[in-house]
Nanobody, 122 residues
Framework: QVQLVESGGGLVQAGGSLRLSCAAS????????MGWYRQAPGKQRDLVAR???????NYADSVKGRFTISSDNAKNTVYLQMNSLKPEDTGVYYC????????????????WGQGIQVTVSS
């Protein structure tokens, strides 16, 4: 089984910064991509940023220029550096590992973390 553990959330004032981390553990053979999603109260879960194993990235338009996603493939860990935070960035941030192959699995599966709260006050 694969587990994703997120850390780094919290309360910050508008204009501040936070850095989220997500570590995947288990008998992992490969991960195709990892990403961060955000869910605000009463809204759907949307992609914030994604990074493929080869290093290519994509971002939601609302965070371009403010957020940076990076990864340490050797540690199966992904980071999200969030700068110039705005109140509209508030929500639960979920880490996702895409197309994960474990040593014992036949196919590829996606996994989600439990989510971590980020609150930006105005």
């Amino acid at each position: 089984q694969v587990q994703l553990v997120e850390s780094g959330g919290g309360l910050v004032q508008a204009g501040g910064s936070l850095r989220l981390s997500c570590a995947a553990s288990g008998s992992i053979f490969s991960i195709n991509a990892m990403g961060w999603y955000r869910q605000a109260p009463g809204k759907q879960r949307d992609l914030v940023a994604r990074i493929a194993s080869g290093g290519s990235t994509n971002y939601a338009d609302s965070v371009k220029g403010r957020f940076t996603i990076s990864s340490d493939n050797a540690k199966n860990t992904v980071y999200l550096q969030m700068n110039s935070l705005k109140p509209e960035d508030t929500g639960v941030y979920y880490c996702k590992a895409v197309s994960v192959k474990t040593i014992s699995s036949v196919g590829y599966y996606d996994y989600w973390g439990q989510g971590i709260q980020v609150t930006v006050s105005s």
